[in-house]
């Protein structure tokens, strides 16, 4: 079978929900033009800023693919065929992904911009909010470990990273000088554009020419000094005001995983008839994957963000809805920009199936499998095969950047509502707080539970995409309630909702079985932080669920009469 044949029928498959399905989900939630969104009310200049809807979408774009479309369908495509990858993904983004990601941020948008969090506390209980909040911010802990410690591998990789990390470098000095541009001189933003991408592609160009060979910090690796470096540029980021880095960031980013997936699709195309890319991976390769976990569930909580992702609510409900200029962008940059994130997630799939079993596992990691991939569709337009893979390995640092900066300031809203400290100080000590368990994580020596050394990344994603699709889950119960206390047809989400927390139980049940084993084996009392986490997010997603169930059970009984629909 042909690889474009593959991508142009998912995609429109793809175009088609968002037309029909989107024009349904709009037409539910009665989206106004003309309401006033939080971003206009309560401008503020720092958080709550109108924002142009391609702009936005942009930076909401890059904010929430990264690196989960990427990793996710090339490590479930590895493990149990494109076949089963590729349905869900499309069955997924459609029905389940985007209903989650455009419902949240309209909930956010009609509750005063506030988090997701916020918006269940006012309908439910304070304890509830309390359990919830703790809920996000232990997810954010898996997210950002996994996505530092995938980024630190790839600056690095002997062969090219110490290149690929100078172009990174240069290409967040760009974004800053671009956020102060905007600011001081209010550039037409397409005129931002023609100067800005360019100058990005200038960035990978220079990188390799101009290597940045970082020095060891304290006696430690270079993957652990690149971890504690990019942690740093966490804690920066996430006390910044939004326009210096994360909106002109953003938007680059967006472009820049917008171009890719754009430059590979035309790759794809040209080289259908210059190379014959066909597929050559096994469309079924076995229910269970090396580490003898099943199909269902792991196959959904692999995938992840390619399908749907919990992280977005953090993303819609943090800094997105604070910057939506009016309420029917909501539909282009919710339920469009999860389809967008489909799309790049079946682009990132295809760069897998050019290759056999054995070429797959000798790349070994999917930021290696990506680069080949992106490297080869590339150079069926006649761009040289070196510069595509530092473009392709820039793209993927790039993409996680968008993600580790997010998470971060999502991090610290959450770490101060929890602990309800004020004040410019706050800012400072909640994102340190946020960052201290990834730093232990990513500096400890991580063995999976048969005793092996493994990356970091590697033990984190099958627990962060467990957990990532439990808080999906959550949310969406949660929107559920909202939507069942406002008299609405509530079945778009619940019955999602349900779904999404049986696999997603299911699968974090599973991923830890194997380390509470060991531990009851070696009779030790006090298990390893991961399996604590675990099990809190588990106890914590149960007394979730409970709550949820009697609100229903209830009935209307206790309308809340609250501002919003």
Same mark, same amino acid.
């Given at each position: 079978?042909?690889?474009?044949?593959?991508?142009?029928?998912s995609?429109?498959?793809l175009?088609?929900?968002?037309?029909?399905?989107?024009?349904?989900?709009?037409?539910?939630?009665?989206?106004?033009?003309?309401?006033?969104?939080?971003?206009?009310?309560?401008?503020?200049d720092?958080?709550?800023?109108?924002?142009?809807?391609?702009? *936005?979408?942009?930076?909401?774009?890059?904010?929430?693919?990264?690196?989960?479309p990427?990793?996710?369908?090339?490590?479930?495509g590895?493990?149990?065929?494109?076949v089963?990858?590729?349905?869900?993904i499309?069955?997924?983004?459609?029905?389940?992904?985007?209903?989650? /990601?455009?419902?949240?941020?309209?909930?956010?948008?009609?509750?005063?911009?506030?988090?997701?969090?916020?918006?269940?506390?006012?309908y439910?209980?304070?304890?509830?909010?309390?359990?919830?909040?703790?809920?996000?911010?232990?997810?954010?802990?898996?997210?950002?470990?996994?996505?530092?410690? !995938?980024?630190?591998?790839? $600056?690095? /990789?002997?062969a090219?990273?110490?290149?690929?990390?100078?172009?990174?470098?240069?290409?967040?000095?760009?974004?800053?000088?671009?956020?102060i541009?905007?600011?001081?001189f209010?550039?037409?933003?397409?005129?931002v554009?023609?100067? $800005? !991408?360019?100058?990005v592609?200038? %960035?990978?160009?220079l990188g390799p020419?101009?290597?940045?060979? !970082?020095p060891?910090?304290?006696g430690?690796?270079?993957?652990?000094?690149? =971890?504690?470096?990019?942690?740093?540029? %966490?804690?920066?980021?996430a006390?910044?005001?939004?326009?210096?880095? *994360?909106?002109?960031r953003?938007?680059?980013?967006?472009?820049?995983?917008?171009?890719?997936?754009?430059?590979? *699709?035309?790759?794809?195309?040209?080289?259908?008839?210059? #190379?014959?890319?066909?597929?050559?991976?096994?469309?079924?390769?076995?229910?269970?994957?090396?580490g003898?976990?099943?199909?269902?569930p792991?196959?959904?909580?692999?995938?992840? %963000?390619?399908? %749907?992702?919990?992280?977005?609510?953090?993303?819609?409900?943090?800094?997105?809805?604070?910057?939506?200029?009016r309420e029917? /962008?909501?539909?282009?940059?919710?339920?469009?920009?999860?389809?967008?994130?489909?799309?790049?997630a079946?682009?990132?799939?295809?760069?897998?199936?050019?290759?056999?079993?054995?070429q797959? #596992?000798?790349l070994?990691?999917? /930021?290696?499998?990506?680069?080949?991939?992106?490297a080869?569709?590339?150079?069926?337009?006649?761009?040289?095969?070196?510069?595509?893979?530092?473009?392709?390995?820039?793209?993927?640092?790039?993409?996680?950047?968008d993600?580790? =900066?997010?998470a971060?300031?999502?991090?610290?809203?959450?770490?101060?509502?929890?602990?309800?400290?004020?004040?410019?100080?706050?800012?400072?000590?909640?994102?340190?707080?946020t960052?201290?368990?990834?730093?232990f994580?990513?500096t400890?020596k991580?063995?999976?539970?048969?005793?092996?050394?493994?990356?970091?990344?590697?033990?984190?994603?099958?627990?962060?995409?467990?957990?990532?699709?439990l808080?999906a889950?959550?949310?969406?119960?949660?929107?559920?309630?909202?939507?069942?206390?406002?008299?609405?047809?509530?079945?778009?989400?619940?019955?999602?909702?349900? $779904?999404?927390?049986?696999?997603?139980l299911?699968?974090?049940?599973?991923?830890?079985?194997?380390?509470?084993?060991?531990?009851?084996?070696?009779?030790?009392?006090?298990?390893?932080?991961?399996?604590?986490?675990c099990?809190?997010?588990?106890?914590?997603?149960?007394?979730?669920?409970?709550?949820?169930?009697?609100?229903?059970?209830?009935?209307?009984?206790?309308?809340?009469?609250?501002t919003?629909?």
């Amino acid at each position: 079978m042909s690889l474009i044949i593959l991508v142009i029928s998912s995609g429109a498959l793809l175009l088609m929900g968002y037309i029909f399905y989107g024009r349904f989900l709009s037409k539910l939630l009665q989206l106004n033009p003309d309401a006033k969104t939080p971003a206009v009310v309560q401008r503020d200049d720092v958080d709550y800023v109108p924002t142009n809807k391609f702009y *936005l979408l942009g930076q909401h774009f890059s904010a929430i693919a990264a690196a989960g479309p990427i990793v996710g369908p090339i490590l479930a495509g590895m493990w149990f065929g494109w076949v089963p990858t590729v349905i869900w993904i499309i069955v997924g983004g459609i029905f389940i992904g985007g209903v989650h /990601d455009l419902f949240t941020l309209v909930a956010s948008i009609r509750h005063h911009g506030r988090s997701i969090a916020e918006v269940i506390k006012e309908y439910k209980s304070k304890k509830a909010f309390i359990i919830f909040l703790v809920f996000l911010w232990i997810s954010i802990i898996y997210i950002i470990t996994a996505f530092t410690d !995938m980024t630190a591998g790839t $600056f690095a /990789d002997p062969a090219r990273g110490a290149g690929v990390a100078s172009s990174s470098m240069m290409y967040l000095l760009l974004a800053l000088i671009m956020g102060i541009l905007i600011r001081l001189f209010k550039p037409p933003l397409a005129a931002v554009t023609l100067i $800005f !991408m360019p100058l990005v592609l200038v %960035c990978i160009w220079l990188g390799p020419k101009f290597p940045l060979h !970082m020095p060891l910090l304290f006696g430690l690796d270079l993957r652990t000094t690149w =971890d504690i470096l990019l942690l740093a540029y %966490c804690f920066i980021a996430a006390v910044i005001p939004v326009w210096l880095l *994360l909106q002109p960031r953003g938007y680059l980013g967006g472009f820049f995983l917008t171009l890719t997936a754009g430059a590979s *699709l035309l790759g794809i195309i040209v080289g259908h008839f210059t #190379q014959k890319l066909v597929i050559i991976y096994p469309a079924f390769v076995g229910w269970v994957n090396p580490g003898g976990l099943p199909l269902f569930p792991l196959l959904f909580t692999t995938v992840a %963000c390619g399908a %749907c992702s919990g992280f977005h609510a953090l993303v819609s409900s943090g800094t997105t809805s604070k910057q939506v200029a009016r309420e029917t /962008d909501a539909k282009a940059i919710g339920y469009g920009g999860m389809l967008l994130e489909s799309v790049v997630a079946i682009t990132a799939l295809g760069t897998l199936l050019l290759l056999t079993k054995t070429q797959a #596992q000798g790349l070994g990691s999917p /930021d290696q499998i990506y680069a080949n991939g992106i490297a080869t569709f590339l150079n069926s337009l006649g761009i040289d095969r070196e510069f595509a893979l530092t473009f392709a390995l820039l793209a993927f640092a790039t993409f996680v950047y968008d993600t580790l =900066d997010v998470a971060t300031r999502l991090g610290r809203y959450i770490f101060q509502e929890l602990t309800n400290i004020r004040g410019r100080v706050s800012l400072f000590v909640s994102a340190f707080a946020t960052l201290l368990l990834p730093a232990f994580f990513v500096t400890s020596k991580m063995t999976d539970a048969q005793g092996r050394i493994i990356p970091a990344w590697s033990l984190f994603w099958t627990v962060f995409g467990s957990s990532n699709q439990l808080l999906a889950a959550m949310v969406l119960l949660g929107l559920s309630v909202w939507l069942f206390r406002r008299r609405k047809n509530y079945a778009v989400t619940l019955m999602p909702a349900i $779904f999404m927390t049986f696999v997603s139980l299911t699968s974090l049940a599973l991923v830890t079985k194997p380390w509470i084993a060991k531990h009851i084996a070696d009779k030790r009392f006090w298990p390893e932080p991961l399996v604590i986490t675990c099990l809190i997010l588990f106890v914590l997603s149960l007394l979730l669920i409970i709550e949820d169930i009697t609100i229903f059970s209830k009935g209307n009984k206790d309308e809340h009469e609250k501002t919003g629909s």
